[in-house]
């Protein structure tokens, strides 16, 4: 599962991902009990699921009917525990020679079925039910406990009465979230193989799991598509999509391989996911393990909460992957190229092989967050890889809670759940570092084991560590018992000194994290005279020395020459020391650590010549954080820096560079940019045309007010944004319907800058209070629906200002609307 939104304001998934046990019973814990997460007890096994479900749109209902085979685990039983959750359970019956037996049972809760089986079963014993049944996904909603673990099924405008939504319904399973829709045991160490029957009006098309084999015309206007998925997977895997797609038909190998989105983007599917045999591919290649299922499939939803999820053979993402031709302009990875990299290498991992436990997901989320970033590397070069795994660290670094929680949690609250920052940010992270010290040939050969040896089984972390002992012959319960099983990161102090008198440097690495020392081999680069001399040293106490013979003084002292380390550090270089640095260290993070250096200290002489040089970074990251990084406030540094951002906002080969460029100049007033601004309207990116006229508006508002109404018609992406930051600053009453379509259709991320960014000013000079307190309202939604990230304090002082200054115009019952808003945003929970 890949989430953006999450990462952007603080973590979402797993804060339900603890429930092993009964949901009855955690919703009867204390959520902010600690306690320890078992790996659910197998009773009875899932050998084989058949569904034949068809939907009420008008209700939002699933009727279902369900033939499920199971066998004892272990021990003889005459008892079957099954998650359904919500539902109205018509019938239960044992199949005998093709008839029902009527079976007793109780449903606990409406959360779990208890059923009494006709006798007692041996493990070598199969049994099969029949369950009729009816879902009401949608009831579940306002449940206690299912705000957390979804509905399961959703159903997107199923009476059609939004025009500008398609009418889909699609399915989100993880965690245990496929019982909202099809009575099963919804833990992750059970798998099954699959069939399912999906009956749906003919105009509509159906994805699932596996194969589609059968398509049968009914008299009533509906077509039944049967899939079948032959090989077995977890519950929380299971899926299906219904809508209006159209079907892009691409392959790798022998193997189909299918990109589904709606009609309009349908033209550019080859854009949108052309990459993806080639990562197929790529990353059989690399595993050693061939892609493991017998198709694959993407399809593109409305709604969908997360960024994506990785359903065997048939991932489902967000809509934000769905772009023109002209949006992909600005993605230099391709249309949500990283998304798609990690789910597909889930078919692997988290699909192929299971984490037997939530709290193992490390095996899953972590494996394709290092698998994506791999992606990166290979395909657009070594600096992207480590751009993004940089981001990722930093991500982890700022979330409060990750470090005191292991990469393995047992015990935690269900309300602290497993923490995201940890499975994803610090968990790939974690196995980059594991590949630095194996090497790429032991590393993905260990990998390869793990994958043939738990194939279509479960496994957890120590099942991991022995498949890299064995190939490796290296012991590794240090690494793992310190990474996985235990908490936090080093928090390292670096300082060195030369002898002159011995010709010896010392370098002096001192941890001052709280609690015992990590060990590590770290590597350590001294550049003396045009070469490079690297030792090592094994981190093992709070404090580690390392002394080392030199023919003169080095330049440069590089400590994790690598740049794999997962910790906070501290280097005490000079300036000087780190422009040679930048000049002949030969990484993206030895780059930007002169960058971040030289920002705070542009009145030396050596933190200028970094930036400089940096505007010609190889890598278009770089590029863009110097030129942000830049500050024009002196007359000879402006005549200096000027001309180069001016050359790089017309000529560089990123679009996204040329932005940034944009951008800076626009911050200086300067007018002699003016023509630059109005000829970079015509630029194919929109993000570089919102830079413009965002430029432009800082020097001539009128002329950017015109040219926002022309550019209404093309208005998408950035320079959409742009023409509201435009409107707001210039417009008026006849400019907030384009602004409040704008805000409506925009993502979450994009809303909380629109209010944040001019929206709520504007909101303040309306006429039409109405208006007004549409946008209050707006802000209030957004506050309460998006409390728990932390937006909500931000929101309330924009509502605050509001208030405040429709008061200094005499509007005090606008202003009490706006009061109303803050209090219902302080009261949600």
């Keep these: 599962m890949k989430q953006r939104f999450a990462k952007l304001l603080g973590g979402l998934l797993c804060m339900g991902l603890g429930s092993m046990g009964t949901k009855a019973q955690d919703m009867a814990r204390n959520r902010d009990t600690p306690y320890y997460h078992t790996t659910s007890q197998k009773v009875n096994d899932l050998i084989d ?21 199971l066998k004892p685990h272990y021990y003889p039983t005459d008892t079957l525990q099954l998650d359904a959750k919500g539902m ?23 959360l779990t079925l208890v059923i009494k089986l006709d006798r007692t079963y041996r493990n070598d014993e199969k049994y099969t039910l029949f369950i009729d049944y009816t879902a009401m996904p949608d009831k579940l909603h306002d449940k206690p406990g299912f705000k957390l673990d979804g509905k399961g099924l959703y159903f997107v405008n199923p009476r059609g009465e939004d025009t500008s939504k398609p009418t889909q319904i699609w399915t989100q399973g993880e965690a245990e979230s496929s019982s909202c829709w099809f009575p099963t045991i919804d833990k992750p160490n059970q798998k099954t193989t699959e069939e399912i029957s999906i009956t749906v009006p003919s105009k509509y098309v159906t994805l699932s799991n596996g194969l589609l084999i059968t398509q049968k015309n009914n008299t009533d206007g509906t077509r039944t598509d049967t899939w079948r998925q032959l090989l077995p997977h977890a519950p929380y895997l299971f899926m299906l999509a219904v809508g209006d797609f159209k079907i892009f038909k691409d392959k790798w190998r022998n193997k189909a391989v299918d990109y589904y989105l709606e009609p309009a983007y349908a033209p550019y599917a080859k854009q949108l996911f052309g990459q993806t045999p080639e990562m197929m591919e790529f990353f059989s290649q690399a595993l050693g393990v061939d892609f493991p299922w017998d198709k694959y499939a993407q399809v593109v939803v409305r709604d969908f909460p997360l960024g994506a999820m990785e359903n065997t053979s048939a991932t489902l993402h967000g809509d934000y992957v769905q772009k023109t ?13 990283t998304t798609i990299a990690h789910e597909l290498f889930h078919q692997w991992f988290g699909d192929l092989v299971t984490c037997e436990s939530w709290s193992n997901e490390t095996l ?5 967050v290092f698998g994506e ?31 005191s929680q292991p990469l393995v949690p047992f015990v935690f609250t269900d309300n602290e759940g497993i923490n995201g920052a940890n499975i994803y940010d ?21 990998l390869g084991l793990y994958l043939k040896t738990h194939a279509y089984k479960n496994a957890e972390v120590q099942d991991l560590r022995l498949a890299m002992e064995e190939v490796s012959g290296r012991d590794l319960n240090w690494f793992f018992n310190q990474w996985y099983y ?65 023919a003169t003084k080095p330049d440069l002292v590089n400590v994790d020459a690598d740049k794999v380390l997962l910790c906070k550090l501290t280097d005490h270089k000079t300036l000087e020391e780190l422009y040679f640095q930048y000049q002949h260290a030969p990484f993206y993070l030895d780059r930007l650590e002169a960058i971040q250096a030289a920002t705070g200290q542009q009145g030396q002489p050596a933190g200028i010549a970094i930036l400089t040089a940096a505007l010609k970074d190889k890598y278009y990251g770089l590029r863009i954080r110097a030129i942000n990084a830049i500050k024009t406030d002196t007359l000879d540094r402006a005549a200096t820096i000027l001309p180069l951002l001016a050359g790089m906002a017309s000529n560089d080969t990123n679009y996204l560079v040329r932005a940034a460029a944009i951008t800076v100049l626009g911050k200086t007033g300067r007018k002699d940019y003016t023509a630059l601004y109005q000829s970079s309207i015509a630029s194919p990116s929109y993000t570089v045309k919102g830079a413009a006229l965002l430029a432009l508006n800082s020097v001539d508002p009128a002329a950017a007010f015109t040219l926002a109404k022309h550019l209404e018609t093309d208005g998408k992406g950035k320079l959409g944004q742009a023409i509201v930051y435009t ?12 602004i409040m379509n704008a805000f409506n259709k925009g993502s979450v991320q994009v809303k909380f800058d629109l209010l944040r960014g001019g929206m709520s000013q504007l909101m303040v000079r309306l006429k039409n209070k109405q208006y007004t307190a549409e946008g209050i309202h707006a802000m209030e939604r957004l506050g309460i629906g998006y409390k728990r990230y932390g937006i909500a304090t931000k929101l309330i002082v924009s509502l605050e200002q509001v208030g405040s200054g429709l008061r200094s115009q005499g509007d005090t019952t606008t202003a009490g609307i706006a009061d109303e808003a803050i209090r219902h945003i302080n009261e949600a929970k």
């Design 426 to 446: 610090k968990g790939g992270i974690v196995l980059n570092m594991l590949r630095n010290y194996l090497g790429d040939e032991a590393f993905f050969k260990g």
């Design 88 to 110: 109205n359970i018509k019938t239960i019956g044992m199949m005998q020679h093709g008839k029902i037996k009527p079976l007793t049972f109780r449903y606990n809760d409406s």
């Design 325 to 337: 031709p002209w949006d992909l302009i600005d993605d230099p990875n391709g249309a949500g190229g």
């Design 727 to 738: 409107y707001a600053a210039n417009g008026s009453d006849e400019q907030w319907p384009f």
């Design 364 to 368: 899953n989320e972590s494996f394709a």
């Design 373 to 403: 970033k791999y992606w990166n590397e290979k395909k657009y070069g070594k600096d992207d890889g480590d751009a993004k795994r940089y981001d990722e660290m930093q991500a982890y670094l700022r979330n409060a809670t990750a470090a």
């Design 49 to 69: 699921t058949r569904l034949d479900v068809r939907f009420d749109l008008a209700k939002s209902y699933v009727y279902g009917k369900e033939w499920i085979t």
């Design 486 to 550: 235990g908490a936090g990161h080093p928090v390292l102090d670096v300082t060195s000194q030369w002898n002159e008198a011995l010709h010896q440097e010392t370098v002096i690495i001192n941890q001052q994290q709280a609690g015992p020392a990590f060990q590590w081999p770290l590597a350590v680069d001294f550049y003396v005279k045009d070469k490079v001399v690297r030792a090592q040293v094994w981190m093992k106490q709070h404090q580690d020395t390392l002394v080392i013979p030199l």
